[in-house]
């Protein structure tokens, strides 16, 4: 089983910051990593696929790096509307998410 | 536009089965992989299953493995779980939902729409 840590699991950053969220694999998953964003009472929706693929609709502050084990997703400056929680996900074996990077204002 | 609409949700004693379902509309059901994802109050997302386009692989989580059971009707657009033995650690928000390919995982895959959820509450 490939276990997914995410780290941190909270940070608090202000209106324009860079912020970066780091996903570490237990084993090589290649580039099957993706990003998800998830707001209060809504269902997620994905940003990054592939490690480092802007999905259609998704502001290009948003962007993804990395392969093999160490992955990252990095806001480039921060929106009122970015605050939410991601999630990095696996899909190279039986799919899992990390545990999550609670994004909050400072 | 995809739809996905969850249903079956609700309160259940531990030891006991429930089945959920989802109705599928706006893609072509049969040419996806789906899965089931859950999120237990205030918590972070679980991958709980996923199914091949054609019913040819299922996979589980090891949380669940044994006791639930994922299943799909393509005639009929549906995709289910069914849930033995359920847990007080069960209870979550689960979601129905679309990979953007027809394997559960290896291929590359994402998940690339959802459903609202169904709640399943497990207390005695």
């Known amino acids: 089983d490939i276990q997914m840590t995410q780290s941190p699991s909270s940070l608090s950053a202000s209106v324009g910051d860079r912020v970066t969220i780091t996903c570490r694999a237990s084993?090589?998953?290649?580039?099957?990593l993706n990003w998800y964003q998830q707001k209060p009472g809504k269902a997620p929706k994905v940003l990054i696929y592939?490690?480092?693929s802007l999905q259609s609709g998704v502001p290009s502050r948003f962007s993804g790096s990395g392969s093999g084990t160490d992955f990252t997703l990095t806001i480039s400056s921060l929106q009122p509307e970015d605050f939410a929680t991601y999630y990095c996900?696996?899909?190279?074996?039986?799919?899992?998410f990390g545990q999550g990077t609670k994004v909050e204002i400072k | 536009e995809v739809q996905l609409v969850e249903s079956g949700g609700g309160l259940v004693q531990p030891g006991r089965s429930l089945r959920l379902s989802c109705a599928a509309s706006?893609?072509?059901?049969?040419?996806?992989?789906m899965h089931w994802v859950r999120q237990a109050p205030g918590k972070g997302l679980e991958w709980v299953s996923g199914?091949?386009?054609?019913?040819?692989?299922?996979a589980y989580a090891d949380s669940v493995k044994g006791r639930f059971t994922i299943s799909r009707d393509n005639a009929k657009n549906s995709l289910y779980l069914q849930m033995n033995s359920l847990r007080a650690e069960d209870t979550a928000l689960y979601y129905c939902?679309?990979?953007?390919?027809?394997?559960?995982?290896?291929?590359?895959?994402?998940?690339?729409?959802w459903g609202q959820g169904t709640l399943v509450t497990v207390s005695s």
């Open positions: 939902a679309k990979d953007i390919g027809i394997a559960v995982a290896g291929t590359g895959g994402y998940i690339d729409s």
């Open positions: 706006g893609f072509t059901f049969d040419d996806y992989a």
């Open positions: 199914i091949r386009w054609n019913s040819g692989s299922m």
């Open positions: 084993q090589s998953i290649r580039s099957s």
């Open positions: 592939d490690a480092t």
């Open positions: 996900q696996q899909s190279y074996i039986t799919p899992r």
